[in-house]
Antibody, heavy 118, light 110 residues
Framework: QVQLVESGGGLVKPGGSLRLSCAASGFTFSDYYMTWIRQAPGKGLEWLSF????????NYADSVKGRFTISRDNAKNSLYLQMNSLRAEDTAVYYC????????????WGRGTLVTVS | QSALTQPASVSGSPGQSITISCTGTSSDVGGYNYVSWYQQHPGKAPKLMIY???IRPSGISNRFSGSKSGNTASLTISGLQAEDEADYYC??????????FGGGTKLSVV
């Protein structure tokens, strides 16, 4: 079955950097778009970015554009989120999700990894 | 891109039906049939319940249904059960090729 496991979260100081990873299994990773979504403590979901199956197409929310970079390694079945210039408001649980190409719909989600900027 | 508008909370009794609304604009909900609904229990990852306005993924109960009229989408849960108590989020594809979520609705089964 589809399994997505995020890692790389932790405590980082404002202005610092962190790289999140998402290990995928149970499906042909290279066939799917992938998305990063976050959820601040006690708050709602915020879409951050998606990447096409071949990495040819990416897009970002305004809140992270220019600071975060999404990438993937299909040979390693892995998705990444490089986060730079981190701010306190970036504190959240970060989820990766397998995504339907049509409509960019996040369908299967990992359990998330917590990033704390303080 | 502003978040889609959902009621903060709704409640219902076991066996009843409830409807959660999700209002956007012509640049998101009204412009595309790519509205989705997610259920999230405390401490858990969101789970896709409805996609493309009204399609249920495999394994999702037919008690869950979706619809859309203009810029407003709706999720209806019929035959409410205790395990339906959760947070529900809508989302939509947008005209700038992003995705926007609603603020979330807390469903209480009382």
């Amino acid at each position: 079955q589809v399994q997505l496991v995020e890692s790389g979260g932790g405590l980082v100081k404002p202005g610092g950097s962190l790289r999140l990873s998402c290990a995928a299994s149970g499906f042909t990773f290279s066939d799917y778009y992938m998305t990063w979504i976050r959820q601040a403590p006690g708050k709602g979901l915020e879409w951050l970015s998606f990447i096409s199956s071949s990495s040819s197409d990416t897009n970002y929310a305004d809140s992270v554009k220019g600071r975060f970079t999404i990438s993937r390694d299909n040979a390693k079945n892995s998705l990444y989120l490089q986060m730079n210039s981190l701010r306190a408001e970036d504190t959240a649980v970060y989820y990766c999700a397998r995504t339907y190409i049509v409509g960019a719909i996040p369908s299967h989600w990992g359990r998330g990894t917590l990033v704390t900027v303080s | 891109q502003s978040a889609l508008t959902q009621p903060a909370s709704v409640s219902g009794s076991p066996g009843q039906s409830i409807t959660i609304s999700c209002t956007g604009t012509s640049s998101d909900v009204g412009g595309y049939n790519y509205v989705s609904w997610y259920q999230q229990h405390p401490g858990k990852a969101p789970k896709l319940m409805i996609y493309e306005v009204s399609i249920r993924p495999s394994g999702i109960s037919n008690r869950f249904s979706g619809s859309k009229s203009g810029n407003t989408a709706s999720l209806t849960i019929s035959g409410l059960q205790a395990e339906d108590e959760a947070d529900y989020y809508c989302s939509s594809y947008t005209s700038i090729s992003t995705v926007v979520f609603g603020g979330g609705t807390k469903l209480s089964v009382v």
